[in-house]
């Protein structure tokens, strides 16, 4: 039974509260579940969720297939970095970054200077069977999905190992289950999270 299930006299045990000290930006590949678990995490933790896509989506009043379609990857990455920056500045939460984000040295750097990074490592095959059926990945609309998947898969990992922690995926894992990882590996880090009764 975990802490959240057992119950006293009085009613449920109370949750932990927790105090985040800084903006924690999830990384990793598309299907990863950077939104989903963020969500998660934000709500138990009791800070803002924000989402660099969605931000993006917002200002330009278009998706991102339809500005990758517009006006090309280039320009994207570059609203990218800046919606990244101003998430940044702003109150701390957890930010859900877009799959290319962390490749930028610039939101490395900003990430690395202003919050601490996460990387959510799922492998090839998780990732695969969670995008395969989506139409909304620019990326992936190829004659090849699943190779091209493959191809950013071997690109990209060195560049998410560079994250300050990392939190493996795990095909039988729930996005709450998923979330506690990510929690309990940010409390490995008092100067991010810090719980503060139990």
Not at 83 to 110: K, M, P, Q
Not at 140 to 152: E, F, I, M, Q, S
Request: charged residues 30%; aromatic residues 6%; positive net charge.
């Amino acid at each position: 039974m975990s802490e959240f299930e057992q119950s006293t006299a009085d009613g449920p045990a109370p949750r932990p509260s927790y105090r985040l000290k800084k903006t924690v930006a999830l990384v990793g590949m598309m299907g990863a579940g950077k939104t989903a678990v963020g969500r998660s995490v934000a709500q138990r933790l009791g800070v803002p969720f924000l989402d660099s896509d969605a931000e993006i989506e917002r200002a330009a009043n278009l998706s991102v297939p339809e500005i990758f379609a517009r006006d090309g990857e280039t320009f994207f990455r570059k609203r990218e970095s800046e919606v990244i920056a101003r998430l940044l500045d702003a109150h701390c939460g957890i930010l859900s970054t877009g799959g290319g984000a962390f490749l930028a040295e610039v939101n490395r750097r900003n990430i690395g200077e202003r919050g601490v990074s996460v990387w959510l490592d799922a492998d090839l095959d998780l990732l695969w069977q969670r995008v395969r059926h989506k139409d909304t990945r620019p990326l992936l609309r190829t004659a090849d999905p699943r190779g091209t998947l493959a191809a950013l898969y071997e690109a990209r990992v060195p560049l998410y190992r560079k994250a300050d922690l990392a939190v493996t995926c795990k095909q039988n894992l729930s996005i709450e289950a998923m979330a506690q990882r990510v929690i309990d590996t940010l409390l490995t880090r008092p100067d991010v999270l810090e719980k503060i009764n139990a």
